[in-house]
């Protein structure tokens, strides 16, 4: 092993973890997994863990802190990037020492003299170039390459991911599959209103959670609600800007109609579970995704959910949710028009998506991610 010595009952397995997107000015889903993962993590004795980032000035923001002792590398971020996957340099084990494991948990490879664990949480750019920008598109294929080269295991979220990975000319026998999980708040009526007064959400609305981007498909999320004009139900829409999508084109289609659209932009982690729980409905009609938090959080609170079916989202559902063609607006309306015509139906789906969530836990990701450290360096 790296550190040279034989691992035995009486000594923790070292792992260096990759959390530089906590950083990222989007962080993104990437960073909460990663954030959640490693909190839970950290309650485990057989471990000893270490962040691993580029040069900064400060401490990331508090909502994106990560949980555990974080080391710097020389370089600031977007030159250590390139260095990392053009010249391998330097290695993860400059800032931490000797380790066991590197556990990079992005599309950033490091170099390191221990075996490598890679996290994929998608490979959306392979199937659609303007899922990324032009400099992601590039840098993501080159991550891709090094890590079907140098990963010892990949740990996926999904089946769906899994079959990307498949597809991509990964080795079937180095993926494991990893799901994420989810932690249920206990969220009462006064919560609620408290909430819904703060924001300014008087009438009834339909929740969208998730980066501004042509992936989340807001463009079907406009369409239904669209469709629900007159309706005297309105539109809450959470999540930073990210990148290739023009949010007031997006939102066209309701120009003129009495659906009002609240951008709310970044919320706090700690007022999500209220938004949720007051929901008429959580619609989240995305087009690719690794895994899909946001619907596994809406599931978790209450919130009767409309996702895809053609990506990750069903496989987290279940039955919990129902399940649409997202590029099918009318049928994301018509989704929509059920769960709020039919309060049974949206009672039982608050329900069911509840007892479905309660099956993704932190906890089993944890053990499954040991397990994969133990696999990589036993």
């Not at 390139?82 to 993860?92: I, T, Y």
């Not at 089946?159 to 079937?172: K, Y």
């Not at 279940?318 to 015509?341: C, K, Q, Y």
């Amino acid at each position: 092993m790296a550190t040279g010595q034989t691992l035995g009952v009486d000594r923790r397995r070292r792992v260096a973890v990759t959390v530089e997107q906590c950083w990222h000015r989007v962080p993104g889903g990437t960073a909460t997994a990663t954030l959640g993962t490693l909190a839970a993590l950290a309650d485990r004795s057989d471990l000893e863990l270490v962040g691993v980032a580029a040069r900064h000035a400060g401490p990331a923001p508090a909502a994106f802190r990560p949980p555990i002792e974080v080391r710097h590398l020389p370089l600031p971020r977007l030159a250590l990037y390139e260095s990392w996957h053009g010249l391998r340099w330097p290695k993860v084990e400059r800032a931490t020492g000797p380790v066991d494991v590197v556990h990079a948990t992005a599309i950033a490879v490091p170099p390191c003299e221990a075996p490598l664990v890679m996290t994929i949480n998608d490979l959306a750019f392979l199937a659609d170039a303007s899922q990324a920008t032009r400099h992601g598109n590039r840098f993501f294929r080159r991550g891709t390459e090094l890590a079907r080269r140098h990963a010892r295991l990949v740990l996926v979220p999904s089946e769906a991911t899994a079959a990307e990975c498949r597809d991509a000319g990964f080795d079937p026998d180095v993926i494991r599959l990893v799901p994420y999980g989810v932690v249920a708040r206990e969220v009462g009526e006064t919560d609620v209103a408290a909430l819904r007064s703060r924001r300014g959400l008087s009438r009834p609305y339909v929740l969208f959670v998730g980066t501004v981007e042509p992936r989340k498909n807001l463009a079907a999320v406009a369409g239904a609600m669209a469709g629900l004009a007159g309706r005297g139900v309105d539109l809450v829409l959470v999540g930073p800007d990210g990148w290739n999508e023009d949010l007031k084109a997006r939102l066209a289609p309701l120009s003129g109609t009495d659906v009002a659209v609240h951008r709310l932009g970044f919320v706090p982690a700690d007022e999500l579970p209220a938004l949720y729980a007051g929901a008429a409905a959580f619609c989240y009609p995305s087009l690719r995704e690794g895994f899909g938090l946001p619907v596994l959080e809406a599931m978790a609170h209450g919130a009767p959910v409309v996702t895809s079916s053609t990506t990750s989202t069903a496989e987290v559902a279940g039955d919990g949710a129902l399940l649409v063609e997202p590029t099918d607006h009318g049928a994301v309306r018509d989704a929509l028009v059920r769960l709020l015509d039919d309060a049974e139906l949206a009672e039982d789906l608050r329900d069911r998506g509840r007892k479905r969530a309660a099956t993704y836990t932190w906890e089993r990701t944890a053990e499954l991610t040991a397990a994969a450290y133990a696999e990589a360096a036993p």
